[in-house]
Each structure stands twice: as structure tokens, then as C-alpha cells.
């Protein structure tokens, strides 16, 4: 090693994590054309410091691998989260004044021009029928169509029902469905993206430019969190491609994205095929790799797949009319050696599809399973046997669920089946594999609170409330592997770890998330954020 030996960027400091497994001490990283070239002891950093284009000392902050979330909707999301937000708002009385505020100050003609929320959790509906009597009164004759938190479905005003032309009687694909009242009119329920579209296509949308100013500050902000790369679980939007190739030729993408697109019950003829030829797309910062699946939707919306029926009879079938048909493009990606992970949340959907995949012949593509929001020991033992890898949200559980059972999710699932609520802990006992995510837009995507969560089990700005078993906690090193290694692990492949070689893709906090409490850990300041050795957030100055 001489003085000559060129590098773009050196970053000293007193705590040096290189991965999940290792403790923090003091070192340095040097990186060059976008690698690791070097790690080591605090007094072999000046020799490769002499030939640094850039040197940072970040002082006590922590150097650790890249954050990375697992499940991200970037595109889609930006149709989602428009307009009013309305979460964290779980009583009727707050969600109506919301909206009337909302109303009130949003320039608009009454009947002819739209008001659009998002967030919308069902505790607002507090024990009563999902119905759009919710907007009497403070929303009379308005055009109105917001989605439910976890964007599965959505509410319209009766206006908006009948601009769309609505009458409950639509044949809709998959467990779709419009909801009615007892006297079969539409109540304004729409469960599921080909409900929800009923109205939806008749919402204006935003404009190519302002979808990509939205997603290149999305991006940003993503990385400002502490945040190097996602996965994005979908292609649902027609120019999402596009998109970030927009945003790339203004400048870098905040993040890099791997996608995988979706394949929902009734696709079209041909679609497989020309999933499997996008496969290894890319631009500079986002490439698309990997296919997402959905068996069923969601308990909160009585959409998810069950063994028993839920507290109001719903949540009995697949998203698949045909589930055998979602075992036929499990098979056709597999024997193209396409990794996939599968949108399962019912118990009994999570165990269809980790049979399906421990029945696949071998092959080298890692398949994976999503949510898994309930989850009795005979169905882990199904997860273990299928070698299949996990991916969990820790704050769908702690944002959307609470200890006393009180929230809606709970209520529809009876005690005995809450009590199994998103077993993180069991999960990575039994030896399986678990990376961490926000999905976003459905919770926030800030890697610090989530981290912070899946040790506490209750929201970090809630010391009030009681953690929801708190025995599936996730340990501070299990947590750090799931936004590192484990998610490398879920996709087939090695990374999250600080060593020679391998990309810089570098999150420095300023604290050690091994060794703070996790109230600090939220709290903690994010100092740099490199992707691929490129500065993406930099807060140093």
C-alpha cells in the first residue's frame, strides 16, 4: 500500500459495525469505482487517506452496511398517497372533521372537481358497517374517494359511485368485490384493485412531470432516512419504466431499486412471458429482478385467506378464483430460476403457498413469503419445510393492531388467532430467514422508528401503550440483520456486509443500533448515506 493508490472517498470513525454479527470499534472504509477496497484499524486509514478524492470523519458515528427495505411501492404509492392524510385517525368524530377541514380549505367545485385521501384506518367505522354514510353530512353531493390504509380498498362517495356507474352487480376478477348494504346497494366499499379501479380511472391524475418530481423527492427522502436501496413489489403503473428513467436523466435515484412485478389472478394472455423477458432491465440505480405474487388481501378488510371464517364471516377464499392457477405461474417462474415472493396474510394462505413452494422441484431460485399476519406453529413448520424466506413489516403490527385487542384487525380475528400476530421472533428462532420493510405508502418508511418497533413491539412514540407480545421482539442484532443480510438472503443472494469487494452501499447513524436503546435508535440522527459508493444523503456539514 502507497500514498499513490487512488480511492473516492475515505470515512474515518470511532465505531465501525461491518455487519449485524460484529461489534462496533474503531476503523476505516476506503471505496473506489463504487466497492470496498479497504476496512481496518484507525492507523492504516492516512495511507489510503493520501490518495482520497474525499475524506469524512464522522466522528462517534456508525458506519454500518445499508439499510434496505424490503417492500416498497414507489410508483404505485405516489397514486396512493394524494390528497388529505388521514392516518393515525381512528375515530369517526376525527376522521369526519378532518375531511370537512379538508373540504373547507381545498379550492373546489362542489360535484364537479375530486377530493382524494389516503390513510384511512377502519377503527374510524368504530364496530359499524364500512359504508360512506361515514361522509353525511360533511361531504353531501362531494366527489370523494379515499383509500384504506392498507390499500386494499377504498371508500367513494355516493357522487363518486354514480359518475362511475357503479351498481354492486359488476363481475370483477379474483375475490374482488363491491361492498352493498342488506338492501343490495353499493355502500361504497371497494375491496381490492379491480373494485377500487371502478372509480379510481375516473380520478384525475396527476401529470407525468409531477408523478416524477414525486417520485425523485420520494427517492431522496428514502435515502435521507438512512435508506440505500428497496425492493418495489409491483409494476402496476403502465409507465412506471419510465418514471425513474425520467428521474435518472435529471440525476441519480435516491435509492437503488430492484422490482418485481406483480402477477395478479386474471392476467392477460401472454403476460408470463413477457414478465420473464423484462427480467434484468435496468438503468443505473434500479434494475428489475423477481416476480410478487398475492394469494389473498387483507383481515382488515375481510379479504385475507382463513381456515375459520372471521369474527363477520368473511376472509374464506383466495384472491385466485382457481388457486391451483397461482400454483401453475409459481412453477412457470421457477423452472426460469425467477426468485418471487408471494402478498400472503391469512393463515391458511400463508399455508397454501408454503406448500406450493416446498412442492417445486429443485431449482436455485429463492421464493418468499410476505406479512404473514397470523400464524399457528403448524403453519411455521409448513414455512420451515418449504425452505422459503420471510418478509414482515414490524409496524403493520405496532401501528395497526394493539395488545388489548381493541383495534379492528383483531376484532375480526378473535383472540386466539391475534395472539399469533406477526411472529418475528419465532419466525428467526425456527431458523428461517426474515428481512424487514414498510411496504410504503401503507405505514412510513423511516428505517430508524421500524427498527425501533420490532424491538419494542409497540409504536416508539407510544410508551404508553402496552408492547403486543412482546416474546416475538426482534433482538437489536436480528433487527439490524433484517434491513442487511437477511433481505440479501431473501432474494438468493450474499451482501449486508462491510468488507472487501463488496458494493459500498454504507448507512452511517449517529448511533450504534447494537448498543442504543431503541427510543435512540429513532432518534438518531442519519449523518451519510452511499450508494454504491455514491454519496446519496449527506448531512456531515
Not at 461491518?18 to 495511507?47: C, H, K, Q, T, Y
Not at 375516473?202 to 425492493?231: I, K, N, W, Y
Not at 423452472?335 to 418471487?340: A, L, Q, Y
Request: charged share 20%; proline share 5%; with cysteine.
Amino acid at each position: 500500500m502507497t500514498t499513490e493508490t487512488a480511492v473516492d472517498l475515505v470515512i474515518r470513525t470511532t465505531s465501525l459495525l461491518p455487519s449485524a454479527d460484529a461489534d462496533a470499534a474503531p476503523g476505516f472504509v476506503a471505496v473506489a469505482d463504487g466497492v470496498i477496497v479497504a476496512l481496518g484499524e484507525p492507523d492504516e486509514a492516512d495511507a489510503w487517506a493520501a490518495g482520497a478524492a474525499r475524506v469524512i470523519d464522522v466522528g462517534g458515528a456508525t458506519v454500518m452496511p445499508g439499510l434496505i427495505d424490503a417492500h416498497i411501492h414507489p410508483t404505485l404509492g405516489g397514486s396512493i398517497a394524494r390528497g388529505l392524510d388521514l392516518s393515525g385517525i381512528q375515530t369517526r368524530a376525527g376522521v369526519r372533521e378532518a375531511l370537512a377541514a379538508h373540504a373547507a380549505t381545498t379550492p373546489h367545485a362542489v360535484g364537479e372537481d375530486w377530493l382524494v385521501g389516503w390513510g384511512l384506518d377502519p377503527a374510524c367505522f368504530e364496530g359499524a358497517s364500512f359504508d360512506n354514510a361515514l361522509f353525511d353530512g360533511v361531504l353531501d353531493d362531494e366527489l370523494v374517494y379515499v383509500t384504506l390504509f392498507d390499500g386494499h380498498a377504498a371508500l367513494a362517495s355516493e357522487a363518486a359511485l354514480r359518475l362511475a356507474g357503479v351498481t354492486g352487480r359488476e363481475e370483477l376478477e379474483g375475490a374482488s368485490r363491491v361492498g352493498l348494504r342488506a338492501d343490495g346497494s353499493p355502500s361504497g366499499m371497494l375491496f381490492e384493485m379491480p373494485a377500487s379501479d371502478l372509480v379510481m380511472r375516473h380520478v384525475p391524475a396527476p401529470t407525468f412531470d409531477e408523478r416524477v418530481d414525486a417520485l425523485e423527492a420520494l427517492l431522496h427522502g428514502m435515502a435521507a432516512s438512512g435508506l440505500v436501496a428497496g425492493q418495489m413489489l409491483d409494476l402496476e403503473m403502465d409507465d412506471s419504466i419510465a418514471l425513474f428513467e425520467a428521474v435518472e436523466a435529471r440525476g441519480d435515484l435516491g435509492i437503488r431499486v430492484r422490482i418485481s412485478p406483480w402477477v395478479m389472478p386474471g392476467f392477460a394472455e401472454g403476460r408470463l412471458e413477457e414478465l420473464l423477458a423484462l427480467q434484468g432491465r435496468q438503468g443505473r440505480s434500479w434494475h428489475v429482478q423477481g416476480i410478487k405474487l398475492m394469494i389473498d388481501g387483507t383481515i382488515d378488510n375481510g379479504t385475507a385467506w382463513l381456515f375459520e371464517p372471521d369474527s363477520q364471516g368473511e376472509s374464506t377464499e383466495s384472491l385466485w378464483l382457481h388457486p391451483e392457477e397461482y400454483v401453475r405461474v409459481l412453477e412457470f417462474f421457477h423452472g426460469h430460476d425467477v426468485p418471487t415472493t408471494t402478498h400472503a396474510i391469512g393463515d391458511k394462505g400463508v399455508s397454501f403457498v408454503a406448500n406450493a413452494i416446498a412442492a417445486l422441484p429443485d431449482g436455485s431460485a429463492q421464493h418468499r413469503i410476505e406479512h404473514i399476519e397470523t400464524l399457528p406453529d403448524t403453519v411455521l413448520a409448513e414455512i420451515v419445510a418449504s425452505g422459503a424466506a420471510t418478509s414482515l413489516q414490524p409496524t403493520h403490527c405496532t401501528l395497526y393492531s394493539k395488545a388489548d385487542h381493541s383495534d379492528n384487525w383483531s376484532q375480526r380475528l378473535g383472540d386466539e388467532r391475534a395472539d399469533l400476530a406477526w411472529r418475528t421472533g419465532s419466525l428467526r428462532d425456527a431458523g428461517v430467514i426474515v428481512a424487514l420493510g414498510s411496504d410504503w405508502p401503507i405505514a412510513p418508511y423511516d428505517p430508524r422508528s421500524i427498527i425501533a418497533d420490532a424491538r419494542l413491539r409497540r409504536p416508539v412514540s407510544r410508551p404508553d401503550l402496552a408492547a403486543n407480545h412482546a416474546e416475538e421482539a426482534l433482538t437489536a442484532r436480528r433487527t439490524l440483520d433484517g434491513y442487511t443480510s437477511e433481505w440479501w438472503r431473501s432474494v438468493g443472494e450474499a451482501g449486508g456486509r462491510l468488507e472487501v469487494g463488496a458494493r459500498a452501499d454504507i448507512t452511517v447513524l449517529g448511533a450504534d443500533p447494537l448498543t442504543a436503546a431503541p427510543e435512540e435508535v429513532a432518534a438518531a440522527s442519519v449523518v451519510l448515506t452511499l450508494v454504491d459508493g455514491r454519496v446519496s444523503a449527506d448531512f456531515t456539514a
